[in-house]
């Protein structure tokens, strides 16, 4: 008997099984590595959190909540150790108008409802989508989201003059740090980017983004040097997260206020995991994982909802961080989610003594290692139309956001490779050999919606003979417009009197062409392949080609 999708998926996450593979993996050593590249990614974590909760509208604990969390359940059942995942803006921005209009608790129900979507894309393995975006829908994806973690670190170079509503915390006037305090922040931040840049070179025994906080920091402690820390943001003192469930009522007008943002937000959710998914893949050489980590995703939510978090995924910046500080097992992803609750619970007065700089200086080591120079250097050799798709999705993902932007370049990509196809369509004429005075037409190219137009002008149903026989065996005949290209064609030939015959098609267009005990000339190596609109008729499901 077949099993079930989430019988499946529960074999494939033994914990057991995973323990006993990664046992022989976790020398001194490497612990060490991991360890360290998770506390460098907590300290990375405190800003940001901070900052997306402000940008939703929550208190800064219901967005240190989320990242620990779902950082944690992430990294324990994720499909891609080394991920980190949390609180994030592209979720932040879409959160902010639910909180104003309708409160916090109706924030907390969306991020279950977005949990059970992200859970039930998983089980039914959605992730597997992801295939479909092309490579420059990815490079624009990732200078996209550099310039995107560039600009939200110029808010740090803001005066932190107008409190917060909630009472915690300050938010950025709008005015610049006065000059002495600029230079000195730049300077802090160069420090610290040297600081990463170079170590590495002389020695990796610390992570070197951590060697950078911690010089800097204790730069600033030690000669009491005037400049912004993480405390200017708000405090991170609290207590551990309690079960909460969301107070709203539970019936269908609640349902309607909270679907179009939970579908939203688990949108933009799995396309950011799933693109850091496979980012992270890359530079880790590991594949597959995707509807595993759509379930833990998921999972991670709708815990975080009934626990006071605001929902979160995946986090390229700080993905790049652990990846960068040797961070490849799960073991980074869940200390650093245990090191951000210790700063949470017993070291809020140390880590708020943090300065700014050093953890700016990590972000901005972040976006130069992240955004794609290469794209830059192949743009006058790439198709113009791969050049423009990367232009726009880069444009699109900091002007709007990822989920929009991702969409935009994939049906871009997808009109334009459709449009390449409509134009390859070609017909070479020649007389029949088995049927003395008939033509035969044989067809190249595939025959779908896009090139149906072309394929019937390159017939002349007045000037053929009586009998002509179009050949397939160069072409494909994808989908339903392209059935009844055919069956228009056969009507032209009809109405002449004359007869059409056609060679070299698959059984499935035999049985979908109404007209086919005319059409057809037998032919016993006609090939065999799925027509689109055949698993649409069976399915109730039309698509293209197969």
């Not at 939200?152 to 005066?159: D, N, S």
């Not at 951590?210 to 204790?218: N, T």
């Not at 009109?415 to 029949?432: E, G, P, T």
């Not at 149903?461 to 179009?470: E, L, R, Y």
Request: aromatic fraction near 8%; charged fraction near 15%; glycine fraction near 10%.
């Amino acid at each position: 008997m077949a099993q079930s999708p989430l019988t499946e998926f529960a074999d494939r996450l033994n914990l057991s099984a995973w323990a006993d593979t990664q046992r022989s993996t976790f020398t001194p050593g490497r612990i060490k590595i991991e360890l360290l590249a998770g506390l460098t990614v907590a300290l990375a974590l405190v800003p940001e959190a901070v900052a997306f909760a402000f940008v939703a509208g929550v208190e800064p604990l219901v967005g240190l909540y989320a990242a620990f969390l779902v950082g944690l359940i992430t990294a324990l059942f994720g499909g891609r150790p080394g991920m980190i995942s949390g609180a994030t803006g592209a979720l932040a921005v879409v959160m902010v108008a639910l909180v104003a209009q309708h409160g916090v608790e109706y924030l907390f129900a969306t991020v279950v409802l977005m949990g059970l979507l992200q859970v039930g894309a998983g089980v039914f393995k959605l992730g597997k989508f992801i295939r479909l975006v092309p490579h420059p829908v990815m490079l624009g994806f990732v200078n996209g989201l550099a310039i995107v973690i560039f600009l939200a670190q110029l808010g740090q170079f803001q005066v932190p003059g107008t409190a917060h509503p909630d009472g915690h915390g300050f938010l950025p006037n709008g005015e610049w740090l006065a000059m002495p305090d600029m230079l000195m922040m730049l300077g802090l931040i160069g420090l610290t980017m040297l600081i990463i840049w170079g170590l590495p070179k002389v020695t990796k025994v610390v992570p070197a983004p951590l060697a950078g906080i911690a010089v800097v920091a204790a730069l600033v402690i030690g000669l009491g040097l005037n400049t912004p820390v993480v405390g200017d943001l708000a405090s991170i003192k609290g207590g551990l997260p309690e079960f909460h469930v969301p107070m709203v009522p539970l019936n269908m007008e609640t349902f309607q206020i909270i679907l179009p943002y939970a579908v939203i937000l688990a949108a933009i959710g799995l396309i950011e995991s799933l693109l850091t998914l496979n980012l992270v893949g890359e530079i880790t050489n590991q594949r597959g994982g995707a509807s595993q980590e759509c379930v833990a995703q998921g999972a991670s939510n709708i815990v975080t909802g009934f626990f006071g978090g605001m929902g979160g995924c995946a986090m390229i910046g700080q993905s790049m961080i652990n990846v960068k500080s040797g961070g490849r097992t799960r073991l980074s992803g869940i200390s650093a989610a245990l090191f951000l609750l210790a700063f949470i619970l017993i070291g809020s007065q140390w880590i708020e003594m943090i300065p700014l700089a050093a953890l700016v200086g990590v972000m901005f080591m972040v976006v130069i290692g992240t955004f794609a120079w290469q794209s830059l250097r192949i743009m006058s050799k790439i198709p113009r139309m791969d050049a423009f798709v990367i232009v726009l999705v880069t444009a699109v993902t900091v002007w709007h956001d990822l989920a929009v932007a991702v969409v935009v370049g994939v049906v871009v990509s997808a009109l334009a490779y459709a449009w390449n196809n409509a134009k390859r369509i070609r017909i070479l004429q020649r007389d029949s050999i088995r049927t003395p005075g008939a033509t035969v037409y044989e067809i190249e190219g595939p025959l779908f919606f896009g090139s149906t137009d072309g394929f019937a002008e390159l017939f002349d149903p007045d000037q053929d003979p009586d009998v002509v026989i179009v050949d397939f065996m160069r072409s494909r005949v994808v989908d339903q417009s392209a059935l009844q290209a055919i069956e228009d064609l056969a009507a032209k030939y009809e109405a002449k009197g004359k007869t059409l015959r056609l060679r070299h098609l698959s059984s499935d267009c035999h049985k979908l062409l109404t007209r086919a005990g005319q059409l057809m000339v037998d032919s016993e190596d006609d090939p065999d392949y799925a027509l689109a609109v055949d698993y649409g008729v069976r399915t109730g499901i039309f698509g293209g080609g197969h």
